[in-house]
């Protein structure tokens, strides 16, 4: 198991960025599948983007493409979001995710077993 502990939302303007980060707690964090999800009220969680273990491939969703940067430090224990060019569509809770599976897997069912608490994120203008 490892712990997730999400930070770095806010309120902002369209057009500026936020970075987001996720601090894990446990000993294997390396081993995982680290991901991003968002969600907004009355619709299921929605796949933002993620990130192998080792940190040499990543995935996003269509939307978030060449907007968001994910990215990972394992000495650290961290997980990153780069969120540029924001729009008022991508106000949302974002959560942190974590998965032993192969990322392909994981993103392809969605069945991560780790989640943080969220952090909210809102984008005005």
């Known amino acids: 198991q490892v712990q997730l502990v999400e930070s770095g939302g806010g309120l902002v303007q369209a057009g500026e960025s936020l970075r987001l980060s996720c601090a894990a707690s446990g000993r294997t964090f390396s081993s995982y599948t680290m991901a991003w999800y968002r969600q907004t009220p009355g619709r299921p969680r929605d796949f933002v983007s993620a990130?192998?273990?080792?940190?040499?491939?990543?995935y996003y969703a269509d939307s978030v493409k060449g907007r968001f940067t994910v990215s990972r430090d394992n000495v650290k224990k961290m997980l990153y979001l780069q969120m540029n060019s924001l729009k008022p569509e991508d106000t949302a809770i974002y959560y942190c995710a974590a998965d032993r599976d192969d990322p392909v897997v994981a993103v392809t069912s969605g069945r991560f077993d780790n989640w943080g608490q969220g952090t909210q994120v809102t984008v005005i203008g």
């Open positions: 990130v192998s273990s080792t940190g040499d491939a990543t």
